[in-house]
């Protein structure tokens, strides 16, 4: 058992997200992280799937996958050399004064951006793989965290398209 | 200048539909009104269960596309068990459903059902009109979708106000071309190749046929092979048929209700050549002891299936027939040892005829004189539960198509109406339903619908005063505590006559030859209701779960 990518090129429709999503729940296997959005083909959509399992229930995912009709192509990254992006916004208590400026070094150690200041609070942006925006959640956990929403893993492939 | 619900019907005559089975509704209206004066017979049912139902007996029995109708929310839910049925049997079907209309999809409006959300696990495909100039490419693509590669059903919801707008501009229909779905038709050359040197070299060969076969059209080269090579075949309840149980190679049924032959057969083979098969836990029992021994060689044309239940040495996508041409091709007549098909020919022997106990009526009888009296081409169709196991094991299959049952799904009221969509495909052939007096109870009402289109419908109940099948795994797996399986005597002939179907009841032994003759010569529909044994038990049985050659109820076993 572990983490697998799909990359799943659709069709840019109503209902398809609805389509992969309850394949995955019928056939009882678990969506790690799910992010979709257009992509560089018009009419078309590129999600990124991580999924768990063994290699037969990755397999049988993809052919079912394959089986949905708007599903146009499936391709298991988890092997090649990619380049794969979280985008986390974390709220954090930050009063004025010792604890902000805490909270702001430890983003400036993440590389994550300030991007709003208020009376109690602020927001960050970090981006990253899954494992920098864990350790910098945990980080910050001691400060308190009051909002905190992540996107799903985005992935590409390194070099030419089609992993050339 | 046309309408939706004209664009439509269009649409289904252009795709060669002649009949429909359906039901009217607020929703369907405007197609409703088209079709009063279409050139399209459409089959009034009773109940939209039956429209599906029948529309799939339709297709199982013409090999075309069966096309039901029905409204919207509780006509489309109502389609939702015969819809289910198609897909586990790969059935091609179309359905089409009303809405209602697009500015109050999501209101929670009158009859309103979110049927494409419904259908999507039980469906090949579906769709959701918004634009009414759509409607003819979308029938198009669903008989494309339905009828092609793994066949199966594809629901098409059309929103009221889809239907009576009127289009201007109504845009050609091209040919369905998909960029997300196209089925891979010819085997792998190499893999074709793997095949033929399995083949060459196995010593105690297998072929282990289902659904696929017969939905390919793949019979003749499944006998071409078995008998170039020597190879028996055993058929999965779905593939029966594709090979005539009366052939020497032939081992019947394999599975949980199988033959002594096909399922020791499978267990001691060293090649199994699975062949629009998948692997059904009711076909193999405890997996790991299925076929322990064998290279297995799967050709489907559904590459899902392909290592989904049990791991394959030689995976061969594509279209049954056409790959099993390939195969045989290449390869010389082969004459085997003369260990593997004595052996397996012994194991016919000794597994000939019937268990079970002696006195009174028994259903392997019923079911043999009707063997007796019926054509090659008759088609017989089943319910489900003892009364299809008895006719699978007891009835000789001799072509394809012959046989309709639901197998997948198991579902009980489907062959009723199933029949009759099969009497409306083939007209000039007997049709003969084989129930249950539970099953019948299920889509009774159907009666009205063979009496208004006189189809000579033949049906046989195996009536034991109990849910059967049930009732045998409660006094095999349960104590005997037979919790809510008995029925009440029921006046079935009464009730065919209240509908105006012939009928007649049989109590002895002797009566049933005579009953049979008369039910089969008879004008229109008829009506058979047989008092069969009450405790009369589907043998030989591999327990749910158990390795398939541990077989109780056997014969000398």
Partial sequence: MRPHTLHVLVENRAGVLSRVAGLFSRRGFNIESLAVGTCEEPGMSRMTIVVLGDDARIEQVKKQLNKLIDVIKVSDITEQSTVDRELALIKVAAEPGEGRAEVMQVAGIFRAQIIDVGPKSVILLVAGDSEKIDALERLLRQYGIKEFVRTGKIALMRGMKGGR | ?557
């Fill in chain 2, 1 to 557: 200048m046309k309408t939706g619900a004209r664009l439509l019907v269009e649409g289904l005559q252009r795709e060669g539909v002649e009949t429909i089975f359906g039901y009217p509704g607020g929703a369907v209206l405007p197609i409703y009104d088209e079709l009063y004066d279409a050139p399209l017979r459409h089959v009034l049912v009773r109940h939209e269960q039956a429209a599906a139902h029948a529309a799939d007996g339709y297709a199982r029995a013409s090999g075309k596309t069966g096309v039901c109708l029905a409204t919207s929310g509780p006509g489309a839910c109502n389609l939702v068990t015969g819809i289910a049925t198609a897909y586990m049997d790969s059935v091609p079907l179309v359905a089409v459903t009303g809405q209602v209309p697009t500015t109050m999809l999501g209101n929670d409006a009158f009859q309103e059902s979110d049927i494409t959300g419904i259908t999507f696990p039980i469906t090949k495909h579906n769709y959701l009109v918004k634009e009414a100039a759509e409607i003819g490419q979308v029938v198009r693509d669903a008989f494309f979708i339905a009828g092609t590669g793994r066949q199966g059903p594809v629901l098409i919801d059309l929103p009221k106000d889809v239907m009576t707008t009127q289009v201007e501009h109504v845009p050609e229909v091209r040919e369905a071309r998909l960029r997300g779905y196209q089925p891979t038709y010819e085997g792998h050359p190499r893999q074709v190749e793997r095949a033929v040197a399995l083949i060459r070299e196995a010593e105690r060969p297998l072929l282990y046929i289902g659904g696929g076969v017969v939905a390919s059209g793949a019979a003749v080269e499944v006998l071409a092979l078995a008998e170039l090579t020597a190879v028996p075949v055993a058929s999965t309840l779905m593939g029966l048929g594709a090979v005539p149980c009366d052939h020497p190679l032939s081992l019947g049924m394999i599975g949980m209700h199988g033959t002594e032959a096909a399922n020791f057969a499978v267990t001691e083979c060293d090649l199994l050549i699975a062949v629009g098969v998948r692997f059904d836990d009711r076909v193999t029992g405890r997996v790991e002891a299925f076929a322990p021994n064998a290279a297995v060689i799967h050709i489907d044309i559904d590459p899902a299936e392909i290592g989904k239940n049990k791991p394959v040495d030689v995976p061969i996508v594509g279209d049954a027939k056409l790959v099993l041409r390939a195969i045989t091709a290449k390869l010389a007549r082969q004459e085997r040892g003369d260990g593997w098909l004595s052996r397996v020919r012994r194991w016919q022997e000794e597994g000939a005829g019937a268990a079970g106990t002696a006195d009174g009526l028994s259903p392997a009888a019923v079911i043999r004189q009707m063997n007796a009296l019926l054509d090659e081409n008759a088609i017989v169709v089943s319910e489900v539960g003892q009364n299809q196991m008895w006719t699978a094991q007891h009835y000789c299959f001799r072509r394809p198509r012959t046989w309709i049952t639901s197998g997948g799904l198991g579902t009980m009221g489907y062959g009723f109406p199933a029949s009759m969509g099969a009497q409306f495909a083939c007209p000039d052939e007997t049709v003969a339903l084989v129930a249950g007096d539970g099953s019948f109870q299920m889509n009774i009402q159907e009666l009205g619908t063979v009496v208004e289109y006189d189809l000579p419908v033949k049906v046989v109940i195996l009536n034991n005063l109990y849910l059967g099948m049930v009732r045998q795994w409660q006094e095999l797996f349960y104590d005997r505590r037979y919790s809510y399986t008995e029925l009440r005597p029921v006046d079935f002939v009464g009730i065919a006559k209240a509908y105006g179907v012939e009928g007649m009841r049989v109590e002895n032994p002797d009566e049933v030859g005579p009953a049979l003759e008369a039910a089969f010569d008879a004008e229109g529909a008829f009506v058979l209701d047989v008092r069969i044994e009450r405790e009369a038990n589907v043998f030989p049985m591999v327990p749910a779960g158990a390795a398939i050659n541990e077989m109780i109820g056997r014969r000398g076993g």
